[in-house]
């Protein structure tokens, strides 16, 4: 079972925030996944995320805090 509260590693995508809404943004072995919890489905949107500490999401942007600096995904792009 997949368990994102009280997780820095996790965020929930809040629905009418832009992009994402209701689903849960993670980083796990090193990739930025997205699950939704309607279809079940895991998708890799970022690889070679290395040392996370944190992830948030603001707007559309998902921004995954490492410790050699910020990796930024805007999911309105893929970029």
Known sequence: MLRFKNN??????????????GRWFFVEDEMLKVYDPTTKDIRVLLFDIKDA???TKSGCVVSVECKNGIKKLDLSTLK
């Open 8 to 21: 820095p590693l996790a965020c929930e995508g809040i629905i009418g925030d832009g992009c994402g809404g």
């Open 53 to 55: 500490l944190s992830v």
